[in-house]
């Protein structure tokens, strides 16, 4: 080998479709189609973007699956009215890159910790048992060796839900799952994150969340919880130096052939 990775790094051309969402999220992005007004219509976007039906389509279903744009039966694609709609265009266009993994941990410390002590005074009998129930399918699934994501966001979902303020729910559901990078679907998710021993310790910080929740000390599960995400931080980082250092050593080995 005489080079870097720089030769083996392939461009990948965008899909039409990704391209249409790009000009159409700009569009939300300026206001130029406000919350609430309806999108043209199939025609006439495959008359704009001069692509076929398929390609509109494909590209409607990705913008309302980041909850921008939603269709309704008979009556076409309208924008979204949720005051998250524009967080919902940035965080969507984040992409992938490793800073983001980060930014999006940072974004959580500011809204979780202080969702946990809500939870703990505000939360009731049924919304308690929601928190339960997602903590054990997420035991369920790591027992089984099957992806724990789903419920891993469950359990911070359930928490921000028995807030009782909807506004927690809605910042977790735009970041999707761009929130666990644990995921073996997150764009940011490694073997390490994956291990059995790495989701282990990720379960014994939930129980200590979940008993100041259901012991009703808000202090506690804000603890918890700085604790918890401040921990996901750190093991973030210490993946991209081991990443480096691996890629540095790599190069080195190459360059001694």
């Given at each position: ?130 928190i339960q129930e997602a903590f054990f399918e997420f035991e369920r699934l790591l027992l089984d060796s ?112």
């Amino acid at each position: 080998m005489s080079d870097t990775a720089n030769d083996l790094r392939v461009e990948r051309k965008p899909k039409l479709s990704e391209t249409v969402v790009g000009a159409i999220r700009k569009q939300l992005q300026a206001g130029e189609i406000p919350p609430g007004h309806k999108l043209p219509t199939e025609g006439q976007l495959t008359e704009t973007f001069g692509v076929s039906r398929t390609v509109i389509r494909e590209a409607l279903a990705k913008l309302a699956a980041d909850g921008l744009v939603e269709p309704r039966q008979g009556a076409g694609v309208f924008v979204t009215e949720h005051i998250s709609t524009m967080f919902g265009a940035l965080a969507a266009d984040m992409g992938a890159k490793d800073s983001v993994a980060l930014n999006v941990l940072e974004v959580r410390l500011a809204i979780e910790i202080e969702s946990a002590g809500l939870a703990a005074i505000r939360r009731n009998a049924a919304q308690e048992a929601a928190i339960q129930e997602a903590f054990f399918e997420f035991e369920r699934l790591l027992l089984d060796s099957q992806p724990t994501g789903p419920a891993d966001l469950a359990f911070h979902r359930a928490i921000a839900s028995a807030t009782n303020n909807p506004f927690y729910v809605e910042m977790l559901d735009v970041l999707g799952r761009r929130a666990i990078p644990c995921d073996v679907t997150s764009p940011w998710s490694t073997e390490l994150a994956q291990s059995d021993s790495y989701q282990r310790g990720l379960q014994r910080e939930h129980l200590v969340i979940l008993n100041a929740i259901t012991a009703g000390d808000a202090e506690a599960a804000r603890e918890a919880m700085r604790t918890h995400l401040g921990a996901s931080q750190q093991r973030y980082r210490e993946r991209l130096q081991a990443r480096q250092a691996y890629y540095a050593s790599s190069v080195k080995a190459a360059a001694g052939e």
